[in-house]
């Protein structure tokens, strides 16, 4: 019953009921829509089926590779992000023959990237160099070096997938992609309570998808001036 009853409780709900109140005391269309747009995006029943729909569409079927692209997320000299902690994770995952693999990683701050690499697969062939600042410049600068390649398989978070598969097209690259688990697009435990109440992580959810797309838009409308490819 705890369960049940405390998210009514939560901030984000009391505002939402509050903003219901005015509703019907006011009676304005304004905002029935500023009710209705916050409900919406922050309803886990929604969202959940919004995950679905992108996980189905970034999904790829784990294939041999004869080249394994861990594309950087950052970082320093000194420590690695969860996030390309994640990207090696799941490389690991995939890997299934026992002799050396081949691994290409992109990112400025080599040395973190290579030393978990190294004990995560002690019998890794890694190659790593800095190919830009952005998703667009790195796939510029590996192009040249990927045309002639087959079997390629790039990993990446989930989140980040629809662009990467975007620009594999662009770039005609004989290519899959192995996409890391995030905490954004796993599924919210929505019960009875989730059709009242509405849960921020899915409007983190929605943030990551609207600058994914956003980031795209603006890529190939505004090319080199704006991305610097």
Not at 104 to 117: G, K
Not at 136 to 147: G, H, I, N, T
Not at 158 to 185: C, K, M, N, P
Not at 186 to 197: E, K
């Amino acid at each position: 019953m705890k369960d049940l009853l405390e998210p009514f409780l939560y901030p984000q709900n009391l505002l939402l009921y509050g903003l219901l109140f005015a509703c019907l005391l006011y009676r304005k269309k304004g905002l029935w829509l500023l009710w209705g747009f916050y409900y919406l995006v922050g309803n886990t029943y929604i969202a959940n089926h919004a995950r679905l729909w992108y996980q189905q569409g970034i999904s790829s079927v784990t294939a041999p590779a004869s080249l394994y692209v861990v594309l950087g997320c950052g970082g320093s000299a000194t420590q690695l992000p969860a996030c390309a902690r994640a990207r090696i994770q799941q490389l690991n995952a995939e890997v299934a023959q026992p002799g050396p693999v081949a691994v290409l990683i992109t990112t400025r701050y080599c040395q973190p990237y290579l030393d978990y690499l190294q004990q995560q697969l002690p019998a890794v062939v890694a190659d790593c160099f800095d190919a830009g600042d952005n998703t667009y410049q790195e796939f510029a600068s590996l192009a040249p070096r990927l045309a002639q390649q087959r079997q390629i398989r790039f990993i990446t978070s989930d989140f980040h997938s629809w662009r990467v598969s975007r620009l594999i097209a662009e770039y005609q690259l004989d290519a899959s992609i192995g996409a890391a688990s995030s905490q954004t697009l796993r599924p919210v435990n929505c019960s009875l309570n989730c059709f009242f109440t509405v849960n921020l992580s899915n409007l983190d959810f929605y943030s990551k998808l609207t600058a994914e797309f956003s980031s795209y838009a603006v890529y190939k409308l505004g090319g080199r001036k704006l991305t610097g490819v």
